[in-house]
């Protein structure tokens, strides 16, 4: 029997198990065939899937909760406070700065200083630098480590969303959540591993491939899964009227002998793949109803996230992301598109900083309520950061940056309530305890147990790395012992 046969048994049959299986399934059969083969992980019997021997440090964390606000936060308007920007606002910018230099939209124009658009406020038990745009983010303080001095490679924001995502800016390589998951698993038996969810509000919202949480060369069963913010999370994952759970096992099954049968004559990992994810699809059926029924949750915790489920809100997306954080899933990403501020940077601050401030504080605090913030990194940055320099499309904006911008970690491991590294008196350069993107990975793995230059996967005659054959170091100085 071949797969269009297997295929044509699937839809005919009636059944709907789900996107994610159709996704992690079919759309690869042929890719597979093409790559050269991955190592495929293997596990000890009743241990989660996940490449032998991993972890092999000492575990700090369990999980990764990733706030990605799409488009670039001005790191300016955020946690990194210049006098000096305001003093030159509006002269111009100096051409040591610049000269030479990556600039996306304001290459060849005249470039003149932009001050700053709010007020800082030194909060916390070390005074660190927050803006007032972030009242929460001032009152969690104490509970993140600002990074400063971030670095980047790609001034656009789908190349640059794919190397913070792959490490490359090549197309069709693993994503982080992907390579977590390949190399450690998911504690969840009834929700994927990697699970992904977006919201919007703001200016410009920029579309988000869904490539930036693909497998790559990794099977396909380690890709993430994207969950609707409204009407079914997944789509599909309701059977159709009259088809009852005992013969949707019983249709499972006998795929699965299918597959089997077929594995044994061409042993394709991608039949494995198959086997696995409608099984997990399976039992999807009964877990993510369960999951996004929020009935459960108390009146004061959805007011504390500003949350009203099913709204596609970031707030009722962090609120799922706790959810999930408990049921075992890996790997979480939460998008938030509208961060691309060229022009209207205030009004557009006021208007994404209000739809995710208190959700993102709401997050880190119930995390913590619940002795889950130990076990769990949270991540929060964009692609990239804002320039100094004014850029007015609607009124005052900023352009793309990468030579220096702000992200903050928090979580198991991480020493919170401190600022580390920073950029030049107007906010240009990264000039202190510089963290390029590939040592944030190498530092995320390290808190999951994995050494960077230890986790490769042959693939084309290369050994592939998520920090690549460049020098990446894990980031001690943020690191708590």
């Given amino acids: 029997m071949n797969f269009l046969n297997r295929r044509t048994f699937l839809s005919q049959g009636g059944v709907s198990i789900g996107s994610a299986a159709l996704t992690n399934l079919l ?71 610049t000269e030479g230099q990556p600039i996306a939209q304001l290459a060849g124009q005249a470039l003149k200083v932009q001050g700053p658009m709010t007020t800082f406020r030194r909060v916390g038990t070390n005074g660190q630098t927050i803006s007032d745009f972030l009242p929460y983010h001032q009152k969690m303080a104490d509970d993140i480590c600002i990074v400063k001095s971030m670095v980047t490679e790609q001034i656009n924001h789908d190349p640059a969303h794919t190397f913070m995502n792959t490490g490359t800016a090549i197309s069709g390589r693993p994503s982080m959540g992907s390579w977590v998951t390949y190399g ?191 076990e769990t990194l949270v991540i929060w940055g964009g692609e990239f950061g804002r320039t100094p320099m004014f850029q007015g499309k609607g009124g005052p904006g900023r352009d793309h940056h990468i030579k220096g911008f702000s992200m903050w970690m928090a979580g198991g491991g991480i020493r919170n309530g401190i600022s580390y590294g920073a950029t030049d008196e107007l906010g240009y350069n990264a000039v202190e305890d510089v963290v390029h993107v590939r040592d944030l990975h190498a530092t995320m793995l390290h808190l999951l147990g994995i050494r960077h230059e230890h986790f490769s996967v042959p693939f084309q005659g290369l050994d592939m790395r998520l920090t690549g054959v460049e020098k990446a170091r894990v980031v001690d100085g943020i690191l708590d012992g």
């Fill in 27 to 97: 759309a690869r059969d042929g890719a597979a065939a093409t790559a050269s083969p991955a190592r495929q992980p293997a596990s000890a019997p009743g241990l989660p899937p996940g490449t032998t021997g991993l972890p092999e440090l000492p575990q700090r964390i369990k999980r990764v909760i990733f706030l990605c606000m799409a488009g670039g936060p001005s790191h300016l308007e955020t946690f990194d406070q210049k006098p000096e920007l305001e003093r030159l606002h509006g002269q111009p910018m100096p051409a040591s700065f």
């Fill in 184 to 374: 450690l698993g998911s504690e969840s038996d009834n929700l994927p591993g990697f699970v992904v969810m977006t919201s919007i509000g703001g200016r410009n919202p920029q579309p988000i491939a869904s490539r930036q949480w693909s497998s790559g060369f990794l099977p396909s069963r380690y890709q993430g899964v994207e969950f609707n913010s409204t009407g079914q999370p997944v789509h599909y994952v309701n059977p159709p009227p009259g088809v009852g759970q005992l013969g949707q096992r019983r249709l499972v099954d006998a795929i699965a002998e299918i597959n089997q049968h077929r594995y044994q004559q061409y042993p394709d990992p991608e039949i494995e793949t198959r086997l696995s994810a409608y099984e997990i699809a399976f039992r999807m059926q009964t877990s993510v109803p369960e999951l996004v029924d929020m009935s459960d949750e108390p009146q004061h915790i959805l007011d504390m996230y500003g949350a009203k489920p099913g709204d596609g809100s970031y707030a009722s997306n962090c609120l799922l992301a706790r959810r999930l954080a408990e049921r075992g899933v890996r790997f979480i990403q939460l998008y938030h598109r509208g961060w691309d501020h060229h022009g209207g940077l205030e009004k557009y601050m006021d208007i994404c900083c209000g739809l995710t401030d208190q959700a993102t504080w709401a997050l880190i605090q119930d995390l913590k309520q619940r002795g889950m913030l130990d």
